[in-house]
Protein backbone atom coordinates (compact mmCIF):
# COMPACT_ATOMS: atom_id res chain seq x y z
CA UNK A 1 0.00 0.00 0.00
CA UNK A 2 1.37 3.51 -1.08
CA UNK A 3 0.85 6.61 0.64
CA UNK A 4 0.32 9.69 -1.49
CA UNK A 5 -0.57 13.28 -0.84
CA UNK A 6 -2.42 15.96 -2.96
CA UNK A 7 -4.77 18.70 -2.22
CA UNK A 8 -7.89 17.51 -3.91
CA UNK A 9 -9.71 14.33 -3.13
CA UNK A 10 -8.54 12.09 -6.17
CA UNK A 11 -11.44 10.95 -8.59
CA UNK A 12 -10.60 7.53 -8.59
CA UNK A 13 -11.21 7.05 -4.84
CA UNK A 14 -13.64 4.41 -3.35
CA UNK A 15 -13.36 4.96 0.14
CA UNK A 16 -13.46 8.65 2.16
CA UNK A 17 -11.67 8.11 5.17
CA UNK A 18 -12.74 10.33 8.13
CA UNK A 19 -10.95 10.82 11.32
CA UNK A 20 -13.26 11.65 14.12
CA UNK A 21 -11.85 13.03 17.28
CA UNK A 22 -13.73 12.57 20.87
CA UNK A 23 -17.13 13.29 20.77
CA UNK A 24 -18.31 11.30 17.88
CA UNK A 25 -19.38 11.84 14.17
CA UNK A 26 -20.51 15.52 13.91
CA UNK A 27 -22.32 16.23 10.68
CA UNK A 28 -21.91 19.85 10.54
CA UNK A 29 -18.25 18.94 10.22
CA UNK A 30 -18.13 16.53 8.68
CA UNK A 31 -17.02 16.88 4.53
CA UNK A 32 -19.47 14.79 2.58
CA UNK A 33 -23.01 14.99 1.17
CA UNK A 34 -25.06 12.99 3.06
CA UNK A 35 -23.42 14.15 6.63
CA UNK A 36 -26.32 14.26 8.85
CA UNK A 37 -27.12 10.35 7.93
CA UNK A 38 -23.69 9.09 8.12
CA UNK A 39 -23.01 10.82 11.44
CA UNK A 40 -26.85 9.60 12.36
CA UNK A 41 -25.99 5.97 11.47
CA UNK A 42 -23.04 5.99 13.70
CA UNK A 43 -23.89 7.68 16.70
CA UNK A 44 -26.66 4.80 16.28
CA UNK A 45 -23.84 1.98 15.75
CA UNK A 46 -22.30 3.12 18.99
CA UNK A 47 -19.76 5.28 17.56
CA UNK A 48 -17.95 7.34 19.65
CA UNK A 49 -14.45 8.46 17.43
CA UNK A 50 -12.72 6.64 20.50
CA UNK A 51 -9.30 5.62 19.26
CA UNK A 52 -9.41 2.21 17.72
CA UNK A 53 -13.24 2.45 16.95
CA UNK A 54 -14.33 2.71 13.17
CA UNK A 55 -17.83 2.82 11.43
CA UNK A 56 -18.04 1.61 8.05
CA UNK A 57 -21.35 2.44 5.73
CA UNK A 58 -22.30 3.60 1.82
CA UNK A 59 -23.25 7.06 0.78
CA UNK A 60 -23.85 8.74 -2.40
CA UNK A 61 -21.04 11.13 -2.93
CA UNK A 62 -20.62 13.22 -6.39
CA UNK A 63 -23.64 10.82 -8.26
CA UNK A 64 -21.65 7.56 -7.21
CA UNK A 65 -21.78 5.28 -4.12
CA UNK A 66 -18.89 5.19 -2.40
CA UNK A 67 -17.28 4.10 1.17
CA UNK A 68 -17.11 5.81 3.89
CA UNK A 69 -15.01 4.69 6.96
CA UNK A 70 -15.33 7.05 9.80
CA UNK A 71 -12.23 6.08 12.38
CA UNK A 72 -11.45 7.25 16.15
CA UNK A 73 -8.49 9.25 16.46
CA UNK A 74 -8.16 9.85 19.89
CA UNK A 75 -5.99 12.44 21.57
CA UNK A 76 -2.10 11.11 20.87
CA UNK A 77 -2.90 7.83 19.06
CA UNK A 78 -2.69 8.84 15.74
CA UNK A 79 -0.72 5.76 14.28
CA UNK A 80 -3.18 3.27 15.95
CA UNK A 81 -6.03 5.42 14.06
CA UNK A 82 -4.15 4.67 10.72
CA UNK A 83 -3.85 0.79 11.72
CA UNK A 84 -7.05 0.75 11.92
CA UNK A 85 -7.68 2.12 8.37
CA UNK A 86 -5.45 -0.41 6.99
CA UNK A 87 -7.20 -3.65 9.08
CA UNK A 88 -10.74 -2.43 7.90
CA UNK A 89 -9.76 -1.99 4.58
CA UNK A 90 -7.00 -4.29 3.70
CA UNK A 91 -8.84 -7.06 2.04
CA UNK A 92 -12.28 -5.45 1.55
CA UNK A 93 -12.08 -5.04 -2.37
CA UNK A 94 -11.33 -1.36 -1.77
CA UNK A 95 -8.18 0.04 -4.01
CA UNK A 96 -8.32 3.67 -3.10
CA UNK A 97 -8.95 5.22 -0.19
CA UNK A 98 -8.74 8.64 0.37
CA UNK A 99 -8.11 10.16 4.25
CA UNK A 100 -9.65 13.44 4.49
CA UNK A 101 -6.87 15.15 6.54
CA UNK A 102 -7.50 18.67 6.45
CA UNK A 103 -8.80 19.25 10.08
CA UNK A 104 -5.73 17.16 11.25
CA UNK A 105 -2.33 18.86 12.14
CA UNK A 106 0.16 17.91 9.72
CA UNK A 107 2.01 15.40 12.58
CA UNK A 108 -1.12 13.93 12.92
CA UNK A 109 -2.01 13.61 9.76
CA UNK A 110 1.55 12.22 9.27
CA UNK A 111 1.16 9.86 11.86
CA UNK A 112 -2.37 7.98 10.53
CA UNK A 113 -0.57 7.28 7.00
CA UNK A 114 2.40 5.56 9.07
CA UNK A 115 -0.34 3.85 11.27
CA UNK A 116 -1.59 2.65 7.41
CA UNK A 117 1.80 1.63 5.97
CA UNK A 118 2.68 -0.69 9.36
CA UNK A 119 -0.69 -2.20 9.62
CA UNK A 120 -0.77 -3.23 6.14
CA UNK A 121 2.52 -5.27 5.97
CA UNK A 122 1.91 -8.92 5.30
CA UNK A 123 3.93 -11.62 3.79
CA UNK A 124 2.22 -14.05 1.04
CA UNK A 125 5.55 -15.58 -0.18
CA UNK A 126 4.29 -18.83 0.23
CA UNK A 127 0.68 -18.64 -0.23
CA UNK A 128 0.16 -19.78 -3.88
CA UNK A 129 -3.53 -21.00 -3.68
CA UNK A 130 -4.63 -17.48 -2.15
CA UNK A 131 -8.06 -16.49 -4.21
CA UNK A 132 -8.36 -13.47 -5.95
CA UNK A 133 -10.97 -11.99 -3.17
CA UNK A 134 -8.66 -12.74 -0.29
CA UNK A 135 -5.45 -10.83 -1.94
CA UNK A 136 -5.19 -7.62 -0.57
CA UNK A 137 -6.60 -4.91 -2.50
CA UNK A 138 -5.92 -1.35 -0.92
CA UNK A 139 -3.08 -0.20 -3.46
CA UNK A 140 -3.32 3.49 -1.63
CA UNK A 141 -3.70 5.52 0.94
CA UNK A 142 -3.92 9.45 -0.22
CA UNK A 143 -4.24 12.03 2.20
CA UNK A 144 -5.96 14.91 0.63
CA UNK A 145 -5.35 18.67 1.80
CA UNK A 146 -3.30 17.53 4.75
CA UNK A 147 -1.30 20.69 6.35
CA UNK A 148 2.39 21.67 6.16
CA UNK A 149 4.63 19.45 7.39
CA UNK A 150 2.88 16.37 6.68
CA UNK A 151 4.97 15.19 3.61
CA UNK A 152 8.19 15.97 5.01
CA UNK A 153 7.50 14.25 8.17
CA UNK A 154 5.80 11.12 6.28
CA UNK A 155 9.44 10.83 4.63
CA UNK A 156 11.48 10.22 7.89
CA UNK A 157 8.78 7.97 9.24
CA UNK A 158 8.08 6.31 5.70
CA UNK A 159 11.68 5.27 6.09
CA UNK A 160 10.99 4.11 9.68
CA UNK A 161 8.22 2.27 8.44
CA UNK A 162 10.58 0.35 6.04
CA UNK A 163 12.87 -0.72 8.75
CA UNK A 164 9.92 -2.56 10.60
CA UNK A 165 8.91 -4.02 7.49
CA UNK A 166 12.66 -5.12 6.73
CA UNK A 167 12.53 -6.75 10.41
CA UNK A 168 9.28 -8.38 9.80
CA UNK A 169 10.23 -9.93 6.76
CA UNK A 170 13.50 -11.67 8.54
CA UNK A 171 11.53 -12.70 11.26
CA UNK A 172 8.54 -13.81 9.53
CA UNK A 173 11.17 -15.98 7.07
CA UNK A 174 11.63 -19.72 8.11
CA UNK A 175 15.11 -20.82 8.92
CA UNK A 176 15.85 -22.63 5.75
CA UNK A 177 15.09 -19.57 3.99
CA UNK A 178 17.36 -17.22 6.71
CA UNK A 179 20.13 -18.59 7.99
CA UNK A 180 23.77 -16.82 8.77
CA UNK A 181 24.77 -16.16 4.99
CA UNK A 182 21.63 -15.69 3.41
CA UNK A 183 20.86 -12.87 6.40
CA UNK A 184 23.97 -11.57 5.18
CA UNK A 185 23.16 -11.45 1.44
CA UNK A 186 19.07 -9.80 2.30
CA UNK A 187 21.10 -7.08 4.75
CA UNK A 188 22.82 -6.20 1.76
CA UNK A 189 20.53 -5.66 -0.88
CA UNK A 190 18.58 -3.54 1.51
CA UNK A 191 21.33 -1.74 3.53
CA UNK A 192 24.36 -0.95 0.82
CA UNK A 193 22.29 1.26 -1.53
CA UNK A 194 20.94 3.51 1.53
CA UNK A 195 25.08 3.98 2.36
CA UNK A 196 25.83 1.29 5.08
CA UNK A 197 28.83 0.01 4.65
CA UNK A 198 29.11 -4.07 5.75
CA UNK A 199 32.01 -5.37 7.37
CA UNK A 200 31.20 -9.58 7.75
CA UNK A 201 33.24 -12.10 9.89
CA UNK A 202 33.51 -16.08 8.52
CA UNK A 203 34.19 -18.74 10.70
CA UNK A 204 38.39 -18.74 10.26
CA UNK A 205 38.36 -15.15 11.14
CA UNK A 206 36.10 -15.41 14.13
CA UNK A 207 38.61 -18.67 14.95
CA UNK A 208 41.40 -16.18 14.54
CA UNK A 209 40.00 -13.56 17.20
CA UNK A 210 39.49 -16.54 19.90
CA UNK A 211 35.16 -16.45 19.47
CA UNK A 212 35.15 -20.00 20.89
CA UNK A 213 31.65 -19.40 22.71
CA UNK A 214 29.85 -18.35 19.43
CA UNK A 215 31.29 -20.65 17.45
CA UNK A 216 30.38 -23.55 19.93
CA UNK A 217 26.93 -23.10 19.30
CA UNK A 218 27.32 -23.34 15.69
CA UNK A 219 29.21 -26.81 15.80
CA UNK A 220 26.46 -28.38 15.38
CA UNK A 221 25.12 -26.84 12.42
CA UNK A 222 25.65 -26.90 9.00
CA UNK A 223 25.22 -23.53 8.16
CA UNK A 224 28.64 -21.50 8.64
CA UNK A 225 28.15 -18.35 11.48
CA UNK A 226 28.66 -14.85 10.53
CA UNK A 227 29.30 -12.03 12.51
CA UNK A 228 27.74 -9.30 10.56
CA UNK A 229 28.36 -4.76 11.20
CA UNK A 230 26.48 -2.73 9.43
CA UNK A 231 28.29 0.79 9.20
CA UNK A 232 26.35 3.49 9.15
CA UNK A 233 28.37 7.41 9.59
CA UNK A 234 26.06 9.94 9.02
CA UNK A 235 27.66 12.04 12.09
CA UNK A 236 31.42 13.52 12.57
CA UNK A 237 34.18 11.89 11.12
CA UNK A 238 35.93 10.13 13.92
CA UNK A 239 33.10 10.26 16.46
CA UNK A 240 32.69 7.12 18.02
CA UNK A 241 29.46 5.21 16.88
CA UNK A 242 26.59 3.69 18.64
CA UNK A 243 26.22 0.21 18.93
CA UNK A 244 23.30 -1.81 18.82
CA UNK A 245 24.23 -5.70 19.08
CA UNK A 246 21.45 -8.32 17.99
CA UNK A 247 21.08 -11.84 18.89
CA UNK A 248 20.90 -13.64 15.60
CA UNK A 249 20.65 -17.56 15.87
CA UNK A 250 18.26 -18.21 12.87
CA UNK A 251 17.10 -21.39 14.70
CA UNK A 252 17.23 -22.71 17.64
CA UNK A 253 16.96 -26.49 18.95
CA UNK A 254 18.66 -25.93 21.80
CA UNK A 255 21.20 -28.03 20.43
CA UNK A 256 22.05 -31.08 22.68
CA UNK A 257 20.04 -29.52 25.21
CA UNK A 258 17.57 -30.44 22.78
CA UNK A 259 13.56 -28.41 23.11
CA UNK A 260 10.51 -30.40 23.08
CA UNK A 261 9.04 -30.61 19.40
CA UNK A 262 5.87 -28.52 20.20
CA UNK A 263 6.36 -24.98 19.49
CA UNK A 264 10.06 -25.56 18.09
CA UNK A 265 8.65 -24.09 14.90
CA UNK A 266 8.57 -20.72 17.01
CA UNK A 267 12.62 -20.84 17.16
CA UNK A 268 12.71 -19.45 13.66
CA UNK A 269 12.70 -15.89 14.96
CA UNK A 270 15.38 -16.97 17.92
CA UNK A 271 16.94 -14.00 15.02
CA UNK A 272 14.49 -11.71 16.10
CA UNK A 273 17.04 -8.90 18.25
CA UNK A 274 19.40 -9.24 14.89
CA UNK A 275 16.48 -8.77 12.64
CA UNK A 276 15.67 -5.73 14.98
CA UNK A 277 19.20 -4.12 14.79
CA UNK A 278 18.92 -4.45 10.70
CA UNK A 279 15.71 -3.08 10.64
CA UNK A 280 16.26 0.00 12.73
CA UNK A 281 19.93 0.55 10.38
CA UNK A 282 17.44 0.22 7.41
CA UNK A 283 15.48 3.29 9.40
CA UNK A 284 18.18 5.35 10.74
CA UNK A 285 20.20 5.10 7.25
CA UNK A 286 17.27 5.14 5.20
CA UNK A 287 16.25 9.27 6.55
CA UNK A 288 19.65 9.92 7.26
CA UNK A 289 20.17 10.46 10.54
CA UNK A 290 23.05 12.81 11.09
CA UNK A 291 24.97 10.39 13.61
CA UNK A 292 27.43 7.48 13.54
CA UNK A 293 25.44 4.04 14.43
CA UNK A 294 26.85 0.48 14.29
CA UNK A 295 24.79 -2.57 14.32
CA UNK A 296 26.09 -6.07 14.68
CA UNK A 297 24.43 -9.11 14.48
CA UNK A 298 25.97 -12.24 16.02
CA UNK A 299 24.38 -14.91 13.63
CA UNK A 300 24.41 -19.02 14.26
CA UNK A 301 22.15 -21.62 13.77
CA UNK A 302 21.93 -24.03 17.02
CA UNK A 303 21.39 -27.31 16.39
CA UNK A 304 22.19 -31.07 17.85
CA UNK A 305 24.90 -33.14 15.72
CA UNK A 306 27.85 -35.49 16.38
CA UNK A 307 30.13 -32.24 15.92
CA UNK A 308 27.86 -30.14 18.06
CA UNK A 309 29.02 -28.72 21.84
CA UNK A 310 27.70 -30.43 24.68
CA UNK A 311 26.95 -29.96 28.26
CA UNK A 312 29.94 -29.79 30.43
CA UNK A 313 32.06 -28.67 27.77
CA UNK A 314 34.15 -25.42 28.73
CA UNK A 315 34.38 -23.03 26.15
CA UNK A 316 37.25 -20.00 25.72
CA UNK A 317 35.70 -17.08 24.43
CA UNK A 318 37.05 -13.72 22.87
CA UNK A 319 37.36 -12.02 26.73
CA UNK A 320 39.56 -14.86 27.70
CA UNK A 321 36.87 -15.51 29.95
CA UNK A 322 35.78 -19.39 29.97
CA UNK A 323 32.46 -20.78 30.17
CA UNK A 324 30.97 -23.78 31.12
CA UNK A 325 28.09 -24.87 29.35
CA UNK A 326 25.66 -26.28 31.04
CA UNK A 327 22.95 -25.91 28.83
CA UNK A 328 23.22 -25.43 24.93
CA UNK A 329 20.18 -24.41 25.25
CA UNK A 330 21.16 -21.00 27.02
CA UNK A 331 22.84 -20.43 23.31
CA UNK A 332 21.95 -16.91 23.02
CA UNK A 333 24.19 -15.73 26.04
CA UNK A 334 27.24 -17.23 24.28
CA UNK A 335 26.19 -15.89 20.57
CA UNK A 336 26.41 -12.06 22.37
CA UNK A 337 29.28 -12.36 24.85
CA UNK A 338 31.63 -12.85 21.76
CA UNK A 339 29.76 -10.34 19.73
CA UNK A 340 29.33 -7.37 22.57
CA UNK A 341 33.49 -8.32 23.36
CA UNK A 342 34.08 -7.68 19.48
CA UNK A 343 31.87 -4.40 19.30
CA UNK A 344 33.92 -3.04 22.46
CA UNK A 345 37.40 -4.24 20.92
CA UNK A 346 36.59 -3.07 17.53
CA UNK A 347 34.03 0.37 17.83
CA UNK A 348 35.35 1.50 21.43
CA UNK A 349 31.76 2.98 22.22
CA UNK A 350 30.67 4.80 25.11
CA UNK A 351 27.04 2.85 24.79
CA UNK A 352 26.18 -0.42 23.88
CA UNK A 353 22.38 -1.73 23.49
CA UNK A 354 21.66 -5.47 22.83
CA UNK A 355 18.48 -7.09 21.89
CA UNK A 356 17.72 -10.58 22.32
CA UNK A 357 14.78 -12.95 21.78
CA UNK A 358 17.41 -14.37 25.44
CA UNK A 359 15.00 -16.21 28.10
CA UNK A 360 11.38 -17.86 27.95
CA UNK A 361 11.57 -16.47 31.56
CA UNK A 362 10.72 -13.09 30.01
CA UNK A 363 7.06 -14.02 29.23
CA UNK A 364 6.39 -15.45 32.74
CA UNK A 365 7.59 -12.21 33.61
CA UNK A 366 5.86 -9.56 31.59
CA UNK A 367 4.34 -11.53 28.97
CA UNK A 368 3.45 -9.98 25.55
CA UNK A 369 3.15 -6.62 26.89
CA UNK A 370 6.31 -4.77 27.23
CA UNK A 371 10.26 -6.24 27.00
CA UNK A 372 12.73 -6.64 29.40
CA UNK A 373 15.33 -3.46 29.66
CA UNK A 374 18.34 -4.18 32.30
CA UNK A 375 21.39 -1.84 32.86
CA UNK A 376 24.47 -0.56 33.97
CA UNK A 377 23.52 3.28 33.78
CA UNK A 378 20.22 4.94 35.32
CA UNK A 379 20.32 7.56 32.68
CA UNK A 380 20.49 5.21 29.30
CA UNK A 381 17.89 2.85 31.27
CA UNK A 382 15.48 6.29 31.70
CA UNK A 383 16.44 7.39 27.68
CA UNK A 384 15.55 4.10 26.34
CA UNK A 385 12.24 3.72 28.47
CA UNK A 386 11.19 7.00 27.55
CA UNK A 387 11.90 6.32 23.68
CA UNK A 388 10.03 3.04 23.87
CA UNK A 389 6.76 4.73 25.70
CA UNK A 390 6.87 7.21 23.09
CA UNK A 391 7.74 5.07 19.85
CA UNK A 392 4.82 2.61 20.65
CA UNK A 393 7.50 -0.36 21.36
CA UNK A 394 7.43 0.14 25.58
CA UNK A 395 10.15 -1.30 28.04
CA UNK A 396 9.74 -2.52 31.57
CA UNK A 397 13.19 -2.11 33.77
CA UNK A 398 14.23 -5.01 35.88
CA UNK A 399 17.34 -5.19 38.89
CA UNK A 400 20.43 -6.57 38.07
CA UNK A 401 22.80 -7.02 41.19
CA UNK A 402 25.87 -9.17 42.98
CA UNK A 403 23.38 -11.46 44.58
CA UNK A 404 22.54 -12.58 41.32
CA UNK A 405 25.34 -12.62 39.33
CA UNK A 406 27.15 -14.86 41.98
CA UNK A 407 24.71 -17.42 40.67
CA UNK A 408 26.78 -17.92 37.52
CA UNK A 409 29.96 -18.98 39.24
CA UNK A 410 30.97 -22.56 38.36
CA UNK A 411 33.35 -25.04 40.11
CA UNK A 412 35.16 -25.27 37.03
CA UNK A 413 35.83 -22.68 35.23
CA UNK A 414 35.17 -18.68 35.11
CA UNK A 415 31.14 -19.14 34.90
CA UNK A 416 28.67 -21.19 34.03
CA UNK A 417 26.48 -20.27 31.06
CA UNK A 418 22.90 -21.14 33.17
CA UNK A 419 21.69 -19.98 36.64
CA UNK A 420 18.76 -21.62 38.36
CA UNK A 421 15.52 -21.77 37.37
CA UNK A 422 14.44 -19.12 39.45
CA UNK A 423 15.19 -15.19 38.23
CA UNK A 424 16.20 -16.77 34.93
CA UNK A 425 15.79 -13.56 32.76
CA UNK A 426 18.09 -11.17 35.13
CA UNK A 427 20.59 -14.24 35.38
CA UNK A 428 20.98 -14.23 31.29
CA UNK A 429 21.15 -10.69 31.90
CA UNK A 430 23.89 -10.76 34.73
CA UNK A 431 25.98 -13.04 32.07
CA UNK A 432 26.29 -10.47 29.76
CA UNK A 433 27.32 -8.15 32.35
CA UNK A 434 30.20 -9.91 32.20
CA UNK A 435 31.24 -8.76 28.87
CA UNK A 436 30.74 -5.66 29.60
CA UNK A 437 33.89 -3.22 29.97
CA UNK A 438 34.40 -0.69 32.79
CA UNK A 439 33.02 2.61 32.23
CA UNK A 440 30.81 1.86 29.16
CA UNK A 441 27.07 1.98 29.33
CA UNK A 442 25.47 -0.93 28.47
CA UNK A 443 21.63 -2.24 27.65
CA UNK A 444 20.08 -5.32 27.57
CA UNK A 445 16.73 -5.50 25.80
CA UNK A 446 15.44 -8.84 26.37
CA UNK A 447 12.39 -9.12 23.70
CA UNK A 448 11.41 -12.67 23.89
CA UNK A 449 7.91 -11.99 24.36
CA UNK A 450 8.09 -8.62 21.85
CA UNK A 451 9.63 -10.09 18.73
CA UNK A 452 6.05 -12.48 17.53
CA UNK A 453 2.46 -12.14 18.37
CA UNK A 454 -0.01 -14.60 18.23
CA UNK A 455 -2.94 -11.85 17.75
CA UNK A 456 -3.54 -8.93 15.76
CA UNK A 457 -2.29 -5.68 17.00
CA UNK A 458 -2.51 -2.02 16.45
CA UNK A 459 0.25 -1.78 14.27
CA UNK A 460 0.76 -4.76 13.28
CA UNK A 461 -0.81 -8.10 11.83
CA UNK A 462 -0.17 -11.09 13.89
CA UNK A 463 3.32 -12.72 13.51
CA UNK A 464 6.58 -10.78 13.42
CA UNK A 465 5.81 -7.69 15.22
CA UNK A 466 9.39 -5.69 14.17
CA UNK A 467 9.31 -5.22 18.02
CA UNK A 468 12.52 -2.69 18.87
CA UNK A 469 12.97 -0.74 15.24
CA UNK A 470 10.89 2.18 16.36
CA UNK A 471 12.63 2.53 19.66
CA UNK A 472 15.91 2.42 18.43
CA UNK A 473 15.31 5.07 15.92
CA UNK A 474 13.65 6.75 18.03
CA UNK A 475 16.24 6.23 20.64
CA UNK A 476 18.83 7.84 18.46
CA UNK A 477 16.61 10.93 17.00
CA UNK A 478 16.03 11.57 20.57
CA UNK A 479 19.82 11.36 21.96
CA UNK A 480 22.10 11.00 19.36
CA UNK A 481 20.76 14.03 16.55
CA UNK A 482 21.33 17.03 19.01
N1 LIG B 1 15.58 -18.58 22.38
C1 LIG B 1 15.35 -19.09 23.68
C2 LIG B 1 14.45 -18.19 24.52
C3 LIG B 1 13.02 -18.06 24.06
C4 LIG B 1 12.07 -18.96 24.48
C5 LIG B 1 12.64 -17.02 23.26
C6 LIG B 1 10.76 -18.83 24.07
C7 LIG B 1 11.33 -16.86 22.86
C8 LIG B 1 10.38 -17.77 23.27
C9 LIG B 1 16.68 -19.24 24.43
O1 LIG B 1 17.76 -19.56 23.64
C10 LIG B 1 16.50 -20.34 25.41
O2 LIG B 1 16.32 -21.45 24.98
N2 LIG B 1 16.56 -20.01 26.69
C11 LIG B 1 16.39 -20.97 27.72
C12 LIG B 1 17.41 -20.69 28.78
C13 LIG B 1 17.50 -21.75 29.82
C14 LIG B 1 18.08 -23.01 29.22
C15 LIG B 1 18.35 -21.24 30.95
C16 LIG B 1 14.98 -20.80 28.24
O3 LIG B 1 14.49 -19.69 28.32
O4 LIG B 1 14.35 -21.82 28.54
MN1 LIG C 1 17.96 -21.66 23.39
ZN1 LIG D 1 17.65 -19.00 21.69
Known amino acids: MDIRFSADRPQDADVIVVPVGKGGADAASMPIEQSKTVAAAASSARFEGKPGQSFSTYAEEGGKTVRVLLVGTGKDSFDRAGGTIAAQLLTTGAKHAVLIADGLDGDAASDMAYGAKLRSWRIDTYRTTLKDHEKPSLETLTLAGAKDGAEDRWTRLGAIAEGVAFTRELVSEPANIIYPESFVERARAKLEPLGVTLRVLDEPEMEKLGMNALL ?94 RPGD ?50 ISLGHEQAGCFSNNDGLADRLIAAGEQSGDPLWRLPLGKAYDKLLDSPIADMKNVGPRSAGSITAAQFLQRFIKEGVKWAHLDIAGMAWSDKDGPVWAKGATGFGVRLLDRFVADNYEG
Open 216 to 309: GVSLGSEKPARLLALEYMGGKDGEKPLVFVGKGVTFDTGGISLKQPQGMEDMKWDMGGAGAVAGAMTAIAGRKAKTNVVGICGLVENMPDGRAM
Open 314 to 363: IVTSMSGQTIEVINTDAEGRLVLCDALHWAQETYQPDTIVDLATLTGAML
